[in-house]
């Protein structure tokens, strides 16, 4: 059987962390061509280690800043120099911030809106012309925190940010359109990676936010890349504009 990747350029940002990394490696099972990157050039290299150990091909450029558009064309010029073309990008690199109204301060505001809204849209940008060429499908990362709140966090910032993600990403399927692209989003909920480590140590916080999940669990980093390969891939042929809650059923109470 045909892989449902095969031999089509994914580019996944943010392949040193815990999301990243378990995309790459599904999509290079799958049979993608691999183009990760990111801040962290150790994390990053061992993702390229483990995907070639396992037999997928892939290439990375880390340490990336993917904070100007700068350095999102350069990424992008790295990708094509290797492969010529970009049919899937998967804006899956942010680095969230959190506190609230009372304590946040102008430069945590803009650093949020710099991690995590800027960096998709510069790269998206840059990738556009590629993407419209291949008729190509893009995979964004918002968060469940763009749709609840919840009183144990601090996330306007980061909830402000997210629900962003989830407007640009229906008005790039909007613009894509005629060109044959996709585009849609994905709303994990709390998901066990590097960056919620320090967090679900908080008891009260993690009780809490277990409380919420229907399934009676967190996340895993595997199964938010899962559902990012089906969006990528053409099993989602009629799936555009939409989001995608990965979240244990945290939305619904």
Known sequence: MTKRLQDKVCVVTGTGGSIGRAAALRFAEEGALVVGCDTNALTGKETVDLVRAAG???????????????????????????????????????????NWIEDITEEEWRLTTRDEVDLVFFLTKCAWPHLKTSGGTIVNTASLTGWRVFRTLGGLA??????????????????GREFGM????ISPGVIETSQTVEQLKDKEWADYMLGKTLVGR?????????????????????VTGVDIKVDGGMAVW
């Open 158 to 175: 980061h909830a402000t940010a997210k629900m962003g993600i989830v407007g640009m990403t229906k008005h790039l399927a909007m613009e």
């Open 218 to 238: 967190l996340g895993k980093p595997e199964e938010v890349a899962n559902v990012a390969l089906f969006l990528a891939s053409d099993e989602s042929s009629f």
């Open 56 to 98: 997928g091909q892939m290439i990375s450029l880390h340490p990336a800043d993917l904070g100007t558009m700068t350095s999102c064309q350069a990424f992008v010029d790295f990708a094509v120099r290797e492969h010529g073309r970009i049919d899937v990008l998967f804006n899956n690199a942010a680095m969230a911030h959190f």
């Open 182 to 185: 996709r585009a849609n989003s």
